[in-house]
């Protein structure tokens, strides 16, 4: 598994002084046009609804609200590193006649929010642009001062900043005082900046991507459930299918060949005798399913001493060598997040075993940055794939229930890897 190599901390805060500084001063004229073009438009809509063209133009200004909007989502994940969603607006349905088309953006919440951005924002964001451009200015300036402060005209009766706080009216003292404004300026930029970059920027997101990102959310916990439901019932089945293929018919057997012993004994004790050993070899294979079959059910080792032991104890039963690596201080989790991460492994080896024909494998287990990686691997022929009907697909499901991604990496030939990403927060 390879991990990103954090980048240079420098480099860093140097693109995030640029994108807040571009997002600043280009965001003044883009919400001053906004502004100018939505306020009008709104009013004059309000201002005719008595007669019907009102009506229109007031969804022309929702409209235009709109396409701002969009920009505006285009340009917030510079500031805030994160999605900027776009919301599903209110939509007529197909067929629907010229009014009704009218009236639906006017009965959308989002298309009101956007008309809200439209209007109000831009006094955020002329401060935004004047803090921005004030500091680049005094920095820039007091920085160069060495160069243009000796062209300015200084005549006897001007007086400046240095004479008013009582410092020597030299060109040095004046160059001097100048430069240190520059340093503070400088130094002050990247939060200044920051702060004036992030303040619109929430006021936008608030406005244009809440509703979004809790319709986006609520569709993960629906996703999230059904997959839940679909790993439940899986898993179910196959114990079903399994107990009934295996135990079930070998313990029907056992009271059948019991029963046949039962008459043997006093006409053919030899017989009986035969009977019973073979029933006790029933009862061993049965014992053996049942243990096969308790693998997909949590081991109590999980529940007592946590994954890194539960994992070594599969990685040691497994006929293929597997090299387990997890790392030292990985502590308790969540059961759920647990048992998903046993589940997948177990699984993962057992299909190693069976389909991949692999002579060796590996479990790499981290923990960062609230994140579980589980990855299994494999030299194996590959050809392993998440398509309905396989077994990868229950696996798949109970990773989403645990709010996590599986992916698939296995080309014909191979080698094969099987890594899920779970949340851990």
């Known amino acids: 598994m390879t991990h990103p190599r954090p980048g240079n901390p420098a480099g860093r805060m140097l693109r995030q002084i640029g994108a807040d500084s571009a997002y600043a001063i280009v965001g003044f004229p883009i919400a001053l046009a906004g502004f100018i073009v939505t306020l009008p438009l709104f009013v004059l809509g309000v201002g005719t609804l008595i007669t019907v063209v009102g009506f229109p133009i007031m969804v022309g200004a929702l409209y235009a609200a709109r396409g701002f909007a969009d920009l505006e989502r285009l340009r917030l994940p510079t500031v805030t590193h994160r999605p900027a969603p776009r919301p599903a607006y209110r939509s007529a349905p197909p067929g629907s006649g010229f009014w009704r088309r009218i009236f639906t953006p006017l009965r959308d919440g989002q298309s009101w929010l956007d008309l809200m951005h439209a209007i109000f924002g831009w006094i955020l964001y002329t401060v935004s642009f004047v803090f921005t451009v004030t500091w680049w200015a005094g920095a820039l300036g007091g920085l160069s001062a060495i160069i243009w402060t000796q062209y300015i005209p200084h005549g006897d009766t001007d007086q400046d900043l240095n004479e008013l706080l009582h410092i020597s009216d030299t060109l040095t003292a004046r160059i001097g005082l100048n430069t240190v404004i520059g340093l503070f300026f400088l130094v002050t930029l990247p939060l200044v900046v920051r702060v004036a970059a992030l303040v619109p920027a929430q006021f936008g997101r608030a406005l ?23 790993a439940e019932a899986t898993a179910l089945r196959r114990l079903e299918r399994d107990i009934h293929d295996g135990p079930q018919q070998r313990l029907v057997r056992l009271a059948m060949d019991l029963g046949r012993a039962r008459q043997q004994m006093n006409s053919n004790p030899d017989a009986a005798r035969a009977t019973i050993d073979e029933a006790l070899g029933q009862t061993r294979e049965t014992l053996d399913e049942l243990r096969a079959l308790s693998r997909g059910i949590a081991p109590p080792i999980l529940s007592d001493r946590g994954l890194p032991s539960a994992l070594a104890a599969l990685a040691s039963r497994s006929t293929v060598p597997v090299a387990l690596t997890v790392p030292p201080k990985l502590g308790r989790l969540t059961p759920i997040l647990e048992n998903t991460a046993y589940f997948l492994v177990a699984e993962s080896l057992t299909n190693l075993a069976k389909h991949s024909q692999a002579t060796n494998g590996a479990v790499y287990v981290s923990h960062a940055n609230g994140r579980l990686i589980v990855a299994v691997l494999d030299d194996g022929v590959g050809g392993a794939h998440l398509s309905k009907g396989h077994g990868l697909t229950g696996l798949a ?29």
């Open 397 to 425: 499901d109970r990773v989403r229930a645990a709010g996590g991604t599986l992916t698939v990496v296995s080309p014909e030939g191979g080698p094969t890897e099987i890594r899920a990403e779970l949340p851990c927060e």
């Open 208 to 230: 244009l991507t809440g509703i979004a990102e809790v319709q986006n959310r609520i569709s993960g916990l629906e996703q999230q459930r059904d997959s839940a439901v679909s």
